[in-house]
């Protein structure tokens, strides 16, 4: 933590040769102090919260299963709110360096399972259970496990529902309803989703 703000601090005086403590550096490390403070509060009912976690705003966190969030990961939810549910027995693991954004839905019954480093924006909705039929609004259908491989971009306000494994560096494109798996480095989009385009890996 003290070499990441060694380096905030030197780039930030490469930017602001004048002053001798910027002030913008001084900025950012009281709001990056006041996140990871308010990580440590408003997750406090989860399973696992690794180091450098950090939330803006306040996000609603509840249910009686698992839910891990691991090393780096950021949560805001300033503008509407984020809700992670996890129900009894059921878990939800948010991997390393992963972005969760403003307004974004985790609801598990069984297991929603996200990968390292993934983007998730603002208003997106995984749900692994329909919570009920149908046609028979008294049946509980079973859950389906949800999985997102690492590098994952889900965009603005798309969907993924039960059953769906989205591939290492897919891209989910904004409104998309997800129905079935997405292979790994591809685009998809619509309702529902279809295949719009191969991507190459990042080097």
């Known amino acids: 933590m003290i070499e990441r703000l060694r380096l905030e601090l030197y780039r930030v005086r490469l930017e602001n040769p004048d002053d001798w403590v910027p002030a913008a550096f001084v900025k950012r490390l009281s709001s990056g102090v006041t996140r990871l403070l308010n990580a440590r509060f408003s997750l406090?009912?989860?399973?696992?919260?690794?180091k450098y976690v950090t939330v803006r705003g306040f996000p609603r966190v509840e249910g009686k299963g698992e839910i891990i969030i691991q090393n780096g990961v950021k949560i805001w939810s300033h503008i509407g709110t984020t809700q992670i549910s996890a129900g009894r027995n059921a878990r939800i693991i948010v991997g390393e360096g992963t972005f969760i954004n403003t307004g974004t839905i985790l609801s598990a019954r069984h297991l929603i399972q996200i990968g390292r480093n993934c983007q998730i924006a603002n208003q997106v909705i995984l749900m692994d259970n329909d919570?009920?039929?149908?046609v028979n609004?008294?049946?509980?259908?079973?859950?389906?496990?949800?999985?997102?491989?690492?590098?994952?971009?889900?965009?603005?306000?798309?969907m993924v529902l039960k059953g769906v494994r989205i591939g290492e560096g897919a891209v989910v494109a904004a409104g998309a309803v997800v129905t079935k798996d997405v292979p790994p480095y591809t685009m998809v989009g619509g309702v529902p989703a279809k295949v719009i385009k191969k991507l190459e890996p990042h080097a």
């Open 131 to 134: 919570f009920h039929g149908t």
């Open 137 to 158: 609004r008294d049946e509980e259908p079973t859950p389906e496990a949800i999985i997102l491989e690492d590098n994952v971009w889900l965009a603005t306000r798309c």
């Open 44 to 50: 406090r009912n989860c399973t696992q919260v690794g």
